[in-house]
């Protein structure tokens, strides 16, 4: 018999929330999904997570956004993208055919903002549900200003709360000094999930320029050498709560993801990764499908946490 890879990640909602397996796109690495389709068989993945979507459109940040470091990558795209009505008019029908959830990465810069882009997306079909980017290091206002103290992450994921019965995932910063308590306020605050790590703030010189050598200057740090940083902030966030870790950063194999759902998520994210190699995601799910049957596992439950 195939082993048993689902996982309920928002047990305290009503609509609950349980994808067929782990493995998730992570929010600006994937599109709206659609892009990927004529790569492989997308609905495979256990769910896929959207770009950031704003209230209005937005162009999001000056060139250059992306630039290659030792392991990793630094971007500073900011939140281009189409904007909640376009989301809904053109995109949420597309994804109402799908068997694969798609959830919804949103972002704003006042609370407002939030709550009202929950209440937009709340009964739509073809959602399946939001996740709050209170993360994001390179933008000026809202983002990360909301994810570095507990107080005003509990604020937004409240007024998120209040406004949609969709459920409610939360995306926290690692630039903080105390991700558990974040993550401890987000949750009593109503979070159903959490997920984790976005970028760590990072920039580059160009030193024959003598400028920075990304337009925003100060910007994310992505891919595998964030990877010790984000297992380290799953860890200690998976002690802190009690609703379920999607753990993200720097995730490339299956052995990664592994490390990940041993150390307490029920879930992990593919960002990067995707950009080398677009199957990432789904070589990552065959992986764990196979270290599965190999270790005669056959609920995914049995390893959650194994490494606590
Ligand atoms: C080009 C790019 C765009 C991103 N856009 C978003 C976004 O819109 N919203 C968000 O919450 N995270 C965004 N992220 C962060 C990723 O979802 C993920 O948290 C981060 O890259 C760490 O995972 P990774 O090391 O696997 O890439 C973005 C990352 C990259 C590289």
New binding site residues.
């Given amino acids: 018999m195939s082993p048993d890879l689902s996982v309920q990640l928002a047990p305290r909602n009503k609509r609950g929330l349980i994808p067929a397996n782990p493995v998730m796109t992570?929010?600006?690495?994937f599109g709206y999904g659609t892009e990927y389709s004529q790569v492989f068989d997308i609905q495979r993945l256990g769910a896929i997570v959207c770009?950031?979507t704003t209230l209005e459109p937005r162009e999001g940040n000056p060139q250059p956004r992306?630039f290659e470091t030792a392991s990793g990558?630094l971007?500073s795209?900011g939140?281009q993208n189409i904007g909640v009505k376009a989301l809904i008019k053109e995109k949420a029908p597309v994804w109402a055919g799908w068997r694969v959830p798609v959830i919804v990465?949103i972002?704003g810069d006042t609370v407002d903002d939030y709550a009202r882009l929950a209440k937009e997306l709340d009964g739509v079909d073809g959602i399946s549900g939001i996740?709050v980017?209170i993360?994001?290091p390179n933008v000026k206002v809202g983002g990360a200003a909301f994810g570095v103290n507990p107080d005003a992450a509990a604020g937004v994921t409240k007024a998120v709360r209040a406004a949609t019965s969709l459920p409610v995932i939360v995306?926290l910063t690692p630039n903080t000094a105390d991700i558990a308590g974040v993550a401890s306020a987000v949750a009593q605050a109503g979070a159903d999930a959490i997920s984790l790590?976005?970028?760590l703030k990072g920039t580059a010189i160009d030193i024959n320029k003598r400028r920075p050598a990304i337009g925003d200057v100060i910007c994310?740090l992505?891919?595998p050498a964030?990877k010790p940083v984000a297992l380290a902030m799953v860890y200690e966030v998976a002690d802190a709560v009690d609703v379920p870790v999607i753990g993200?950063?720097?995730?490339t194999s299956a052995e990664d993801a592994l490390e990940f759902i041993m150390a307490g998520a029920s879930a992990v994210?593919?960002?990067?990764?995707t950009f080398g190699n677009p199957r990432a995601s789904l070589d990552v799910l065959e992986g764990i499908e196979r270290f599965m049957e190999k270790e005669g596992i056959s609920k995914l439950s049995e390893i959650i946490g194994a490494a606590r």
């Fill in positions: 992570a929010s600006g690495t770009k950031g992306l990558l971007n795209i939140w990465n972002a996740e980017n993360s994001c995306k790590i976005n970028t994310g992505s891919g964030i993200c950063g720097g995730i994210q593919i960002g990067s990764a």
